[in-house]
């Protein structure tokens, strides 16, 4: 996904991308988020070696940017 990407984005996460990152990152992807859903960029916090998305859809977790793609309706 784009890391630079506006509140209000439209991201979605693919059987690939639901198991990217570091083990903690895939763990806590596959118990909140869902294949094929589409959410909403609340706000991207960039770090040096990773990005942390929050989604206005789950606004009190944070996940790793490479869980989404970006949507194209």
Same mark, same amino acid.
């Given at each position: 996904m784009?890391?630079?990407a506006?509140?209000?984005h439209k991201v979605i996460v693919t059987? $690939?991308? !639901?198991n +990217?990152? +570091?083990e903690m990152d895939k &763990?806590? *992807?596959? *118990?909140y988020l869902k294949v094929g859903? $589409?959410?909403? $960029? #609340?706000? &991207? /916090? &960039?770090h040096d070696w990773s990005s942390g998305v929050?989604?206005? #859809? !789950?606004?009190d977790r944070v996940f790793n940017s $490479?869980?989404?793609? /970006?949507?194209? /309706?």
């Open positions: 784009n890391i630079r506006k509140q209000g059987p $690939v991308t !639901i +990217y990152g +570091y &763990i806590h *992807a596959n *118990a859903e $589409v959410y909403t $960029v #609340e706000s &991207i /916090d &960039i929050t989604l206005k #859809e !789950i606004p $490479v869980h989404f793609e /970006d949507f194209k /309706d």
